[in-house]
């Protein structure tokens, strides 16, 4: 029995359901409480006298979506803020010069754009890196954790402070500007380390204000195609000698793809043995590197398929939407996850696990445990008419309904019927 807050408030009858664990959607109802929550999960549930009942007729149903690498604070901004040379650094000097005259009031309108953009493709949660320094102030972290509580019956918003390059002068500043960041509402710490003067000694300050903190590290590491200079095994050793296994991410990780296999493999096995994530983050990769070579542009993602088969978590996530480092994007996780699909030549197998690179698997990374389709589980659901998860990365459905917490956050329910 459950009481008034746990008892089911409506059943979605009749869906084809990929359950948590399995492989295959499996034909079934879900009961949805008033309090948000999975109440049930069987084939022709009992509905009670004043339970609605909405007859989804086959539909399939997925968990919702986890989008762990994004620049809210950049959004849309591409017809602002030029990028000279569409290189990363032409990005990066680009927009700091861009930010000196940024208001909140600009970044929440812009960010709350993409938010909405993102729901309405399946997104239920999101974790974003912001600029913090003396380009950007505190104002972007401002207008975001304004903006994470206005979302906050809606969507989970995360965010990681970023010390962008050039802006710290010193250590000492820089960790200043974390221990700020943390304070106004910064949920994590992240950095740039192959942009610093001292790359090492900026990976410590940023372990060291992690620990301090008792927060995760999420990094930009070595977005570039230099195999001879990386950081990756500094980020091993310093994630096992600080005890912080299952609590550091390590975004893009370009270097890794430019690396020969025999230099490769240690790196992927040190990240599966101390338990560093990795995002893979195909469209500003795609954009921005290898725009100096003039045969065979090389492709610029991270080894996703190597890392996945070692039994690293990967998540595939959007980075920049419309801004000087992508001009492009639409917020749509399944779109990026077939982008993946091609540029990272996984196995037409492999559907699946792209699928869980922008669901089970971000969610983990960052903390969310109550995700899945599972009695107990919050109901944050995307449902499609594409005939499985193979089908729903094929093709992109075009209709799409999203559930947060129970309620409706996008598209639109057929009409419920009250038992």
């Known amino acids: 029995m459950y009481d008034d807050a746990d008892s089911t408030s409506f ?3 009749g869906a084809r359901v990929l ?26 549930l009992p509905s009670e006298p004043g339970v609605e009942v909405v007859e989804l007729a086959g539909h399939l149903i997925v968990p919702g979506l986890f989008d762990m690498h994004q620049h809210l604070d950049k959004t849309r901004t591409r017809e602002l803020v030029t990028n000279p040379d569409n290189t990363l650094a032409g990005a990066v000097q680009a927009y700091n010069d861009y930010a000196r005259a940024l208001s909140p009031q600009e970044i929440m309108q812009r960010a ?19 600029n913090v320094g003396p380009d950007h102030g505190l104002r972007g972290l401002e207008a975001l954790v304004a903006l994470r509580e206005r979302f906050s019956d809606r969507l989970t918003l995360q965010i990681v402070v970023l010390v962008p390059a050039g802006s710290a002068v010193g250590q000492i500043s820089a960790r200043e500007w974390i221990d700020r960041a943390l304070a106004v509402g910064a949920d994590a710490v992240g950095g740039a380390p192959a942009h610093a003067d001292d790359p090492d000694a900026f990976l410590a300050l940023l372990f060291d204000a992690a620990e301090h903190h008792g927060v995760a590290i999420d990094l930009h590491l070595d977005e570039h195609l230099d195999s001879a200079h990386h950081r990756f095994h500094q980020v091993i050793a310093l994630t096992e000698a600080r005890g912080m296994q299952g609590r550091v991410v390590a975004g893009h990780c370009s270097a890794l793809g430019a690396m020969a296999e025999s230099d490769a493999q240690p790196v992927i096995e040190g990240f599966a043995r101390a338990e560093i994530g990795v995002v893979a983050l195909p469209a500003a990769n795609l954009y921005l ?23 690293v ?8 939407i419309q801004d000087p480092f992508v001009p492009i994007g639409t917020g749509d996780l399944i779109e990026l996850a077939r982008w993946t699909m091609l540029v990272g030549q996984f196995d037409a197998s492999d559907f699946l696990s792209l699928f869980r690179m922008i669901s089970e698997t971000p969610a983990r990374l960052i903390g969310l445990t109550n995700h899945g389709i599972r009695a107990g589980a919050r109901a944050d659901l995307l449902i499609t008419d594409a005939a499985d998860v193979a089908d729903l990365i094929a093709s992109g459905p075009l209709e799409r309904t999203v559930l947060i917490g129970g309620k409706l956050a996008a598209g639109a329910l057929p009409k419920a019927v009250k038992r």
């Open 289 to 311: 590197l290898g725009r100096d070579k003039s045969a065979l542009t090389p492709r610029g993602l991270t080894r996703a398929k190597s890392l996945s088969r070692a039994g």
């Open 11 to 13: 059943i979605l009858r």
């Open 112 to 130: 709350e754009t993409t938010i909405l953009a993102c729901m309405n493709r399946g997104t239920v949660a999101i974790r974003t890196h912001v």
């Open 313 to 320: 978590a990967v998540a595939i996530a959007s980075d920049n």
């Open 19 to 44: 359950l948590e664990g399995t492989a295959q959607p499996e034909r079934c109802d879900i009961g949805i409480g008033r309090n948000g929550l999975i109440t049930s999960i069987g084939v022709s």
